[in-house]
């Protein structure tokens, strides 16, 4: 998982940082969440490989009707024509009448450095329009370059497992977190949860992370380990990307691209 976040004293050196990645894991479950009430987060995508049983692999957000904003690692050497995105889902493992099912049609990239974990997103265009309604709904994204302040509370989600060694949940879990500096580095905002073990973890890769109603993050990776209290989960901060994400959704709807 990545999280963006302020420069500040504490932040990573590029030795540090270094070694820290070297045992970085991409971010699949949420540890310490609880159920989501059913399709109260009607912007939320789960990316699943085609023809799989238990085949959701990341999660995603929609920010357009025809774009969902995810990790770019999610899809690193994947074939986007064996994946379906899923939208109006709450229970993965019953094929529910709100569902929405997507081909993806086109990846959109911005520089993604899978060896420092930067620029962590990832634009995927669906194949049609989704039929906007209130279990499938367009998260508003942040202004470009926008910061969070440490102590800024948000909701972190992912149909990831529950633990290290524990199943994958049946429905949408969620967790309230909070953003912190310590740590992090410009491209990120980090979040931890205080005084407990509980954070995101592996499966729940490309969901959002929602500040305020807003789009601010993409969770990208963790450092060794799920949930350590050592150290921070990282997200990818969106509001680096409007301005590109923008120009994308423009192109290529039109000059109707603004969610």
């Known amino acids: 998982m990545t999280r963006g976040c302020q420069p500040s004293s504490r932040a990573l050196t590029p030795l540090l940082l270094a070694v820290l990645l070297g045992g970085a894991s991409q971010a699949t479950e949420i540890v310490g969440g609880r159920p989501s009430e059913p399709h109260s987060r009607p912007y939320m995508a789960s990316l699943q490989f085609r023809g799989v049983s238990g085949a959701h692999f990341c999660g995603g957000t929609l920010i357009h ?148 109603g807003v789009l601010q993050a993409v969770d990208s990776f963790v450092i060794r380990e799920c949930a350590t209290r050592q150290y921070p989960d990282f997200f990818a901060r969106v509001s680096l990307y409007v301005n590109w994400i923008r120009s994308v959704l423009a192109m290529q709807s039109g000059g109707e691209g603004s969610p």
């Open 65 to 212: 009707p025809r774009f969902v904003l995810t990790a770019a690692h999610c899809l690193q050497n994947t074939d986007p024509t064996q994946v379906n995105v899923v939208l109006g889902a709450h229970d993965l493992r019953t094929p529910e009448p709100t569902q929405q099912q997507f081909m993806v049609s086109r990846l959109f990239e911005n520089n993604y450095n899978p060896q420092e974990k930067l620029n962590d997103v990832l634009l995927l265009q669906l194949d049609r329009p989704a039929i906007l309604n209130a279990q499938v709904a367009v998260a508003p994204l942040p202004r470009q370059d926008q910061l969070l302040p440490q102590g800024t509370q948000c909701l972190a989600m992912g149909w990831g497992r529950l633990g290290t060694h524990l199943p994958t949940p049946r429905v949408l879990q969620e967790l309230n977190v909070t953003v912190v500096t310590f740590l992090c580095r410009p491209h990120n905002v980090c979040t931890i949860v205080p005084r407990r073990r509980a954070g995101i973890c592996f499966g729940d890769s490309g969901g959002p992370l929602i500040c305020d």
